[in-house]
């Protein structure tokens, strides 16, 4: 595990430490030394529930990721709409659920509030000392875009535990001295350096001091979340992407794929006549769109989908000049359009293609025909992302900027569908699945 994950672990324990200590300070409050055993006790069950769903609307909530923790800025916000959210739900629970009925509700009330308080306070205390604190000094050697941004990254984003203390383009003579000088921790080289007989000569002398080698695209995999496309070979490939060994998690999945399909299904075909009369209401045309997918080891399926935009030609589509990406602001999006789509409502009769053993409900999300042709072309291993069945979601759909519409955008997506399909596995999965709440929920993407 990185520095980052260790200390997620222990912003999660702080976390789950001020809700308890809010509750005793609520019920300390409500009834003094005296009846406070007798009410805790009462008290731990329906609030260790609620507890415990705080931390997963959390989690959805994106309180736990890298952008998040370390910005003071943006901490108030998602704290207050988590805690919004959550209050909500335990409301709900003590008002309706007969074994949450515990009175008077107004301990709630004020648990929430103090809980807010001082959730509020020790997480600025959390971030302050995540750039405070001493760091884990990293020399990074070589040169390319992704190791800039990596760099970057680790300025950015300070509490992850490392500190760029220097950086040496190439391999020189004067290496050994650089670590010294820098008193450096981690070494992070690229591929085509680590066969240098300098490098390695400088890293056996400094062996003694606790250095840590580490090959550029894992570092930029363990701070990202994604593969780095320009810093990978073939060889990576045979040595990281091991399809047999996923055969069983492929299997379970596919289960769970028809049952929640299944379970979907009702409200989608409950929902199903409201939307198309909206759409036939809005504008003319056909309600569905049928258009042809890549899918798993580069299979074709038509993909199903409501109608967003105007028809400009007979088959419901609205191109003119062939393939194109939807961009932002498109004036071919009807009004109803830009509801489903903000909503996914446009996504629903996808769960057909889900029982047709077409899509998953996650996985990289499947592009059209006319852009596989042209980015295979461009974007080396760009077909390594049909190894496995696409999805309704993915890790790059939950991940900044949500929604890729250009060559450059692709190549950014492909290093998250590549990052998926190396760790999936079924928590990665719940994930992905969970935290596309919140995406639904703040409307990002398109």
């Not at 073939?234 to 929640?260: H, M, P, Q, Y």
Request: with cysteine; net charge positive; hydrophobic share 45%.
């Amino acid at each position: 595990m990185t520095l980052g994950t260790y200390r997620t672990i222990l912003l999660a324990i702080g976390d789950v430490a001020v809700f308890w200590f809010s509750l005793v300070v609520t019920l300390f409050i409500r009834y003094g030394a005296g009846k406070f055993v007798d009410n805790f006790i009462l008290h731990i069950l329906p609030f260790g529930v609620v507890f415990a769903i705080w931390i997963l609307i959390f989690y959805i909530a994106g309180l736990y990721e890298v952008r998040v923790i370390g910005k003071s800025e943006q901490l108030f916000k998602y704290l207050s709409y988590a805690m919004l959210t959550g209050s909500i739900i335990a409301i709900a629970l003590f008002y309706f659920v007969q074994a949450f009925a515990i009175t008077p509700r107004i301990n709630l009330i004020l648990d929430i509030i103090i809980t807010f308080g001082i959730m509020l306070g020790w997480r600025s205390v959390f971030a302050y000392a995540g750039r405070s604190t001493d760091k884990m000094r990293v020399l990074l050697v070589g040169s390319s875009p992704d190791i800039d941004e990596l760099a970057g990254t680790i300025k950015d984003y300070p509490h992850l535990g490392y500190i760029i203390s220097a950086r040496c383009p190439e391999v020189t003579p004067h290496i050994l001295n650089l670590i010294s000088e820098h008193r450096v921790d981690i070494v992070v080289a690229s591929k085509e350096n680590q066969t240098n007989e300098t490098l390695l000569q400088a890293l056996y002398e400094a062996i003694h001091r606790g250095i840590r080698f580490v090959d550029v695209s894992v570092f930029y995999e363990m701070i990202l979340g994604r593969i780095p496309v320009s810093l990978v070979s073939k060889v990576w490939f045979l040595e990281n992407i091991a399809e047999a060994e996923k055969l069983f998690f492929e299997t379970s999945k596919r289960g769970v794929d028809i049952l929640f399909a299944i379970v979907l299904g009702i409200p989608t075909a409950i929902l199903m006549p409201f939307v198309a009369l909206a759409i036939r209401l809005n504008s003319k045309g056909p309600i569905f769109i049928r258009q042809q997918r890549v899918g798993c080891m580069g299979k074709s399926f038509t993909l199903l989908k409501y109608r967003t935009m105007l028809a400009l030609n007979p088959d419901g589509s609205a191109e003119t000049h062939g393939a194109e990406w939807s961009q932002e602001g498109d004036r071919r999006i009807t009004g109803i359009g830009k509801v489903l789509r903000s909503t996914r409502i446009d996504e629903l009769p996808q769960v057909w293609n889900i029982l047709r053993g077409d899509l998953s409900f996650v996985g990289p999300r499947p592009e059209r025909p006319e852009f596989v042709e042209n980015l295979r072309k461009d974007i080396p291993y760009y077909d390594m992302r049909h190894l496995v069945r696409p999805g309704l979601s993915g890790w790059a759909q939950i991940n900044p900027p949500y929604y890729y519409a250009s060559h450059d955008d692709t190549i950014l997506k492909l290093q998250y569908d590549l990052y998926y399909i190396k760790n999936r596995d079924l928590g990665l999965d719940l994930s992905i699945a969970l935290k596309t709440l919140m995406v639904l929920l703040s409307r990002q993407g398109r």
